[in-house]
């Protein structure tokens, strides 16, 4: 008589009797097998098929949750990488904001004469001023009508006139001008 072992397929034959802890033929008894031992050894045999049962349920539960911990990963990698591109967009729009402000300041800087508490010449123009009042020259100031304030000659190092309160002034920008406590009035201005 012999019992095929479903683990490894091996035939267990007389006197050889399997008890509850052995399926292999271990334990070896005189005799042949008995009820009893016959349902001992399906009992061991059935006990040995429902542990591995369990442990390939086991090893699908490992391998659902090892499944779904890279499915997390690779999703959190998916969000990092449109979070870096929003990034990016983010941080272009602001390069290109920051680019056309510095256009527009260029812009205004390079239109603006005299205007403001600065009173700032910019390069290139003809501007016909009246004086008012003189403090300080800074800058070059070319074609300067000859005259006197108050019997003081107001010079300034790249100028050989003196000017006169009242009297109409041609100023060309050489350099970007900046006249300090000079008060105009700004009759005519064109580019040239």
Same mark, same amino acid.
């Given at each position: 008589m012999a019992i095929e072992s479903p683990i490894? %397929?091996?035939?267990v034959m007389d006197p050889i009797v399997m008890n509850g802890n052995d399926l292999f033929g271990n334990v070896r008894v005189g005799g042949r097998l008995g009820c009893c031992d016959q349902m001992q050894v399906e009992f061991t045999v059935l006990r040995n098929m %429902? *542990? /591995?049962?369990? #442990?390939?349920?086991?090893?699908e539960e490992k391998r659902r949750k090892r499944e779904e911990r890279e499915e997390k990963r690779r999703e959190e990698k998916r969000e990092e990488k449109k979070r870096r591109e929003e990034r990016r967009e983010r941080e272009? @729009? @602001?390069?290109? #904001?920051?680019?056309?402000?510095? #256009?527009?300041?260029?812009? /205004?800087e390079e239109k603006r004469s005299c205007k403001g508490d600065e009173n700032v010449f910019t390069l290139g123009w003809d501007l016909q001023v009246v004086i008012i009042s003189i403090? #300080? &020259? *800074?800058?070059?100031? &070319?074609?300067?009508?000859? %005259? /006197?304030f108050e019997?003081?000659?107001i010079q300034s190092p790249n100028v050989e006139t003196s000017v006169l309160? %009242? +009297? +109409?002034?041609t100023v060309k920008c050489l350099s970007?001008? &900046?006249? *300090?406590g000079i008060e105009l009035d700004i009759e005519d201005k064109g580019n040239i």
């Open positions: 490894r %397929g091996k035939a %429902g *542990q /591995r049962r369990e #442990r390939e349920k086991r090893r272009k @729009r @602001r390069e290109e #904001r920051r680019e056309e402000k510095r #256009r527009e300041r260029e812009e /205004r403090y #300080r &020259i *800074q800058g070059d100031l &070319i074609s300067m009508y000859k %005259g /006197r019997d003081k000659l309160k %009242g +009297v +109409v002034l970007p001008l &900046i006249l *300090q």
